[in-house]
């Protein structure tokens, strides 16, 4: 099922089998999805990490994500582009950019209970009405649906992994997560995103200490690793290229970095992947 608008924008629902499983690394620019797993042992590989996804697992990807499947059984793919809706410029509408999307080094997987699971799955079966629907209201009503579902999301998954007893903190650190991806091939240290935010390095730090499992400076270096690691797997660059483009000015500098974080060379890790 889907909607494709007069102006390029569309929102796509997709059933995932072992016949179709490739759909699951097609994808377009400015492309954001969901996936919402309706078995178990559902084995995927994301960026070179694999993951095992259970029955009603939801994980959240974006156009950059690399994806190979490995067994999968039954999925439910919902992906839309931007011109459908834009969650960084509805951030105040959906408050998911830094969480979900767009600053997170590690696959977001939102694990509803059952009582999330009830609201999620009406909040589905109304949109797969509209979907249904043909009239001048259909895309007003279609991007409300997806801004329901995405809230649910993302209030799923704050309170199984965030201490949310201040959305002003919480709101902080999304911001320094965006930063960080929009920003993390030219700043490396806590203090320049600190400049960005108008915060002192200790004030983030202390709020990471009780917001999150790291530090902001791990969050920075886990960042560039995951570019690393897609660019080493992905792309015909030489190490020396690789390092540059991540704002690394020696190779020497990169490569010790990158041993240091993954246990070996980047080189190593190269050839390991081809």
Known sequence: MEFRGANNEFIQFIDINEENQHLLNESQPSELSLLWFKSDNNRILIDNVEYTLNKNHIISLTEFHNIESIETHEVQLIKWNRDFYCIVDHDSEVSCKGILYYGASKVPIIQPNDEDLDILV?????????????????????????????????RIYKRQNLNTDSNSNIDIIREYNYLVEQH?????????????????????????????????????????????????????????????????????????????QEGCSPQKFKEGKN
């Open 122 to 154: 009406t909040v589905l079966k109304m949109f797969q009405l509209e979907l249904e629907s043909r009239d001048n209201l259909q895309l007003e009503m279609l991007q409300m649906m997806l801004k329901r579902l995405l809230i649910l999301c993302t």
């Open 184 to 260: 993390f091939k030219e700043k490396h240290t806590v203090n320049e995103y600190a400049d960005l935010l108008h915060k002192s390095p200790k004030t983030l730090s202390n709020l990471f200490k009780k917001h999150s499992e790291i530090t902001p400076l791990k969050f920075i270096q886990n960042r560039i690793m995951l570019e690393a690691r897609r660019l080493l797997t992905h792309s015909s660059l030489s190490v020396s290229e690789i390092g540059y483009e991540l704002g690394f000015s020696d190779v020497q500098v990169f490569s010790r970095f990158f041993k240091k």
